[in-house]
Structure formats: structure tokens, C-alpha cells
């Protein structure tokens, strides 16, 4: 079969970073088994992202409304407001996920030590988008990330990239 003739030849998608993130969390709260798997709300206590064009502190009060799938994936639905170090508002928005292979779920389950795990283990990806009407910031509001996640003592943390 011929290749379509209206595909084009267009540039590889390239990032470059933009911050890391560190978000502490309070302790979870388990919704239960609803018809697309259980929700469990992780609140957001707070933290800081700090980058080459910004950094700051994430505000608390916002969070992960995630969906943890009958095959053992987590669905992220996150919401958080940043704070610039000049006062900025950014609200910050992202799916993603989360999967963690069968054989590494016991070891992930212990909320003391799962921080230990190495994150090459398992898969946490997340695809950041936000909204500002901070006119220093207002580039944010056109861009696209990926952020690669996960676990620290308390909370969780992001390595998030703008795709150029």
C-alpha cells in the first residue's frame, strides 16, 4: 500500500525545560469503586517549581482527582495554582499516567519507602497546559508541555518540558 500523499515531512518535536516541581500532598482521600474504576483525591499542600524562565511556589488547594483503572493504571485530572516569585497567578492544568508494572504494585503500596523506588520502574507522564492573564507570562498560555513524574518523601515532583 502507497504511502498517503498528503503526509508531510514536518520537524521532530523537540523540548526544552522549564521547571521542576515538588508538590506535597495530604493524605489521600479514597472516593471508592465507581463505574470507571476508584477515585482517590490527593489535595495539594503545597510546594515550589523553580526553572530558567520562572519559579515559585505552588499555592495549596488544588490537586489530583485521579482514576485508578480496573488494569492497574492511574488516570491523572490535576489542578494547581502557581505563584511567580514577582506575584503572578498561573493556573496549571495536566492529565497523564501513571503505570505501574504488577510486579513492582506490592513494594509501591508502603507509603513510607515507595519514595525509594526508582522511577526508570515505572511510567509517569503528564501533559501540563496553563492559563494566565499575568501580561509578563502570557507566553505560557500558548505552549504545550510534558512532564515526566514522580515520587518524594511526602508528595510528588516533575521534571516539565515546553514541546517547541
Known sequence: MAADP??????EIRTVPL???????????DLGDGPLGRRVVFGDAGGTF???????EVLPGGGDWALFRPDGAMALDV?????THDGALL?????GRWVTPPE???????????HQVDPARYYFRTNPL???GARRY??????VCVGSGYLVEGGVAYRVSHVV
Do not use: S
Not at 498528503?6 to 520537524?11: E, F, G, M, S, Y
Not at 489542578?79 to 505563584?83: G, K, S
Not at 513492582?104 to 515507595?114: G, I, K, Q, S
Open 19 to 29: 521547571f521542576d516541581m515538588v508538590v506535597g500532598l495530604h493524605p489521600r482521600l
Open 138 to 143: 502570557m507566553w505560557l498560555n500558548d505552549i
Open 6 to 11: 498528503r503526509i508531510k515531512d514536518v520537524a
Open 50 to 56: 523553580e526553572g530558567p524562565r520562572l519559579r515559585g
Open 91 to 95: 493556573y496549571m492544568t495536566y492529565g
Open 104 to 114: 513492582l504494585r506490592a513494594e509501591m503500596a508502603d507509603p513510607a519507602t515507595r
Open 79 to 83: 489542578r494547581l495554582t502557581l505563584r
Open 130 to 132: 496553563f492559563e494566565t
